[in-house]
């Protein structure tokens, strides 16, 4: 009997994606920061909403939210792998 395992790669490639993604909105907010620093405090105030530090930190708590879910497929499907070998052993 073959096991598919699929599901545990689309977990870890998903995982990794999630963790680039964080990568890359950390590098925003930081960025960000730096430039929202050396600008006068009137061209801070025209920019309230949708800032690029705002934008970097809404990624940043999506990506946390996509490696948990991809975490909870590595987690089911290591768990269905189990009772699989479990049962056909």
Do not use: H, W
């Not at 009137?42 to 490696?67: F, H, M």
């Amino acid at each position: 009997m073959q096991i598919n395992n699929s599901s545990f790669i689309y977990g870890q490639q998903g995982l990794q994606r999630s963790q680039d993604k964080l990568d890359q909105a950390s590098q925003k907010v930081a960025d960000a920061s730096t430039q929202t620093l050396s600008q006068p405090a009137s061209a801070q105030n025209s920019r309230l909403y949708g800032s690029p530090i705002q934008d970097g930190l809404i990624e940043a708590k999506s990506s946390v939210l996509e490696a948990q879910a991809n975490a909870k497929v590595l987690d089911t499907s290591d768990k269905t792998i189990g009772r699989l070998i479990d049962i056909t052993v």
